[in-house]
């Protein structure tokens, strides 16, 4: 059984930050669960255009407001708490919080080891193309 | 792209109902995500022994405060908002609510289908058994 507390891992390895978010992985690949775990921090006012090429992701938002765009419809999706967007298409997005940061709770699959960046079209490189 | 709300996702079949919790799939087996994804809720003042033999699962405590017990080791762990626990090793346990719901995010692999039944042992049964 593993235990991990949000509190106790922010500040430690597993918080990364970057340009209009931070995010706290609490489960790893290596922890052999089969997916991720992360509470990710969408900065207020932050615009984040995404695109998982190699991921499939869940997000469900714990706390804060904005929208989701799917750049593949121009559909616009209000995020509250309670909300979650799947990207089972590895769909294009672009994620707006509102003038208060966005908690979510986010899921990845394949898992992600820790050591991705995100490239410069918004996803984040296999560990395979990492070599 | 799937979006869902768990408010209104309340009270229709993605809403099952159990003795001392009751859980909305706000992902399941047929999204095709590779996992399922809960928003479970912990009874006031429950005690549920559970033992998952077929799925390792995350749960991540969003509201509410409580404590799993480890049966394997006796060790008992505080549960509180930011605070997963992982059942990494198929852990038999036992989940208890303070007096106030617990409400969970819960992340199933491999992905429940919807149509389990909690066993007597307290798993899941897998799909192949449930035939």
Redesign the interface.
Known sequence: ???????EAKGTERHIHSDGWDSVR??LKS?????S?H?TTIHANAELEMHYKNH?E?V?C?DGTGS?E?L?TGEI?QIRP????????H?K?ILRANDKPMIM?C?F?PPVTGKEVHQEDGSYALEAEEA
């Open positions: 059984m593993i235990i991990r507390d949000l509190n609490l489960l922890d052999n669960m089969g997916f775990f509470i499939l869940s469900y714990v989701i799917d593949a999706h309670g909300v979650m967007y799947a990207l089972d298409q769909d997005h709770a899921v699959n």
